[in-house]
């Protein structure tokens, strides 16, 4: 019930989701590694920054930049941490 309430969030427009994602997205973040039922669902909600993304959050959902991808790449290479910092 809860995923379907943070999709409805997500629905509202991406700015509105990246207010709930900066307060909550570390524990979406934890969900996928605690919660293999739904570890898919809570990834395609989960926001990730990218030197692809303009603006000042930075921020892209993994389908997106898998849109943006060039054709002749295979794959995505990422660091994990806190922040960009």
Known sequence: ????????IEAQGEEEYLKFWNNFGK????????DADNKDALGKLCRFYSSKCEG?????????????MKEDQKDIYFVTGDGRA
């Open 56 to 68: 000042k959050d930075g921020m892209t959902s993994l389908d997106k930049y898998i849109e943006g």
């Open 27 to 34: 524990y979406l973040k934890v969900g996928i590694v605690e």
């Open 1 to 8: 019930k809860s995923i379907d309430m943070f999709g409805e």
